[in-house]
């Protein structure tokens, strides 16, 4: 399978040399590098859906138990999983359609697995047996995670903005964080709000560069963060968006200078207004 031809959120390492860094008096090599690579730190949940994603994919190309516990005991860093306790194929598929629907920004496959009643809104989908040994594996090779993946979380990471108001509707709870592990010294844990600016951001870094987030999908990401924002007050609490122990302004203030109308934020203020204002400065 050729992913590149499939999806929108391929980050691998041509994406950080293309970030800019400003040119500021005697900056060295080695602290551009480290600009750069603090940068990608920010889309690093992005990366790990990709990576992810490509698994799931290898998953889903099984017709069988037997084709995918082969295909496992293929892969290294299974060698020591414990495959007995791998349930029939069929019982867990639906959940890795699911999810692969979200990431390929299938709506109307999303709604109609929704409605059989197969899937809740809230699967927690990363304690199925074959991709919770994943992330376990992968966690100790590249000693960086995200937890705590759900739909709706995987939907804000990805720019799902129909598929994210969707979810929610349906009884999604948007005041359910990710975490991320060992990126700094403290875990950083980031809401359904700094995951969809994060897709914003990302989408803008992978561009030119010369043209700022267009208001339409700006508007977009807008309406899914006020949404989200008015079932889960919290979510734009002053605790939360101005404490620089966990650095989830950088993905505001960075969507401020990106957009093209910055008085698109002007929506945001009512949710919030001292604390809105006092973090967009508006």
Same mark, same amino acid.
């Given at each position: 399978m050729n992913y590149n031809e499939e999806i929108d959120f391929i980050l691998t390492g041509e994406f950080v040399d293309r970030i800019e860094v400003?040119?500021?008096?005697? +900056? /060295?090599?080695? *602290?551009?590098?480290?600009?750069?690579?603090?940068?990608?730190? /920010?889309?690093?949940?992005? =990366?790990?859906?990709?990576?992810?994603?490509?698994?799931?994919?290898? +998953?889903?190309? =099984?017709?069988?138990? *037997? *084709?995918?516990?082969? &295909?496992?005991?293929?892969?290294?860093? &299974?060698s020591d999983y414990n495959f007995d306790f791998i349930p029939p194929f069929e019982h867990k598929e639906p959940v890795y359609r699911f999810v692969q629907a979200i990431m390929l920004n299938k709506i109307d496959t999303v709604r109609r697995m929704i409605g059989t009643g197969r899937i809740e809104t809230g699967y927690p989908f990363m304690k199925t047996l074959l991709l919770y040994p994943f992330f376990a594996c992968r966690q100790t090779l590249v000693d960086k995670s995200v937890d705590y993946l759900?739909?709706?979380?995987?939907?804000?990471?990805?720019? =799902?903005?129909?598929?994210?108001?969707?979810?929610?509707?349906?009884?999604?709870?948007?005041?359910? &964080? +990710?975490?991320? =592990?060992?990126?700094?010294?403290?875990?950083?844990?980031?809401?359904?709000?700094?995951?969809?600016?994060?897709?914003?951001? &990302?989408?803008?870094?992978?561009?030119?560069?010369? #043209?700022?987030?267009? #208001? *339409?999908?700006?508007?977009?990401?807008?309406?899914?963060?006020?949404?989200?924002?008015?079932?889960?007050?919290?979510?734009?609490?002053?605790?939360?968006l101005i404490d620089n122990t966990i650095r989830v302004t950088w993905y505001w203030t960075e969507f401020k200078q990106r957009v093209e109308d910055v008085t698109l934020l002007n929506r945001l203020i009512p949710l919030n207004p001292p604390v809105i204002r006092e973090l967009l400065d508006i």
């Open positions: 400003p040119d500021f008096p005697n +900056i /060295s090599k080695d *602290e551009r590098e480290l600009r750069q690579y603090d940068t990608y730190l /920010s889309f690093f949940p992005i =990366r790990w859906v990709y990576v992810l994603y490509t698994f799931l994919s290898e +998953i889903l190309k =099984r017709e069988s138990k *037997e *084709e995918l516990i082969q &295909f496992l005991k293929n892969v290294w860093f &299974f759900t739909p709706l979380t995987l939907s804000a990471i990805l720019g =799902r903005t129909k598929i994210f108001n969707y979810l929610i509707n349906k009884g999604a709870d948007p005041g359910k &964080f +990710i975490a991320l =592990r060992n990126l700094k010294p403290y875990t950083i844990g980031l809401s359904v709000n700094e995951c969809l600016l994060m897709n914003g951001l &990302f989408h803008w870094y992978k561009s030119d560069r010369k #043209n700022k987030i267009p #208001n *339409e999908r700006g508007n977009e990401l807008l309406d899914s963060i006020i949404l989200a924002s008015q079932v889960c007050p919290s979510l734009v609490s002053k605790d939360h």
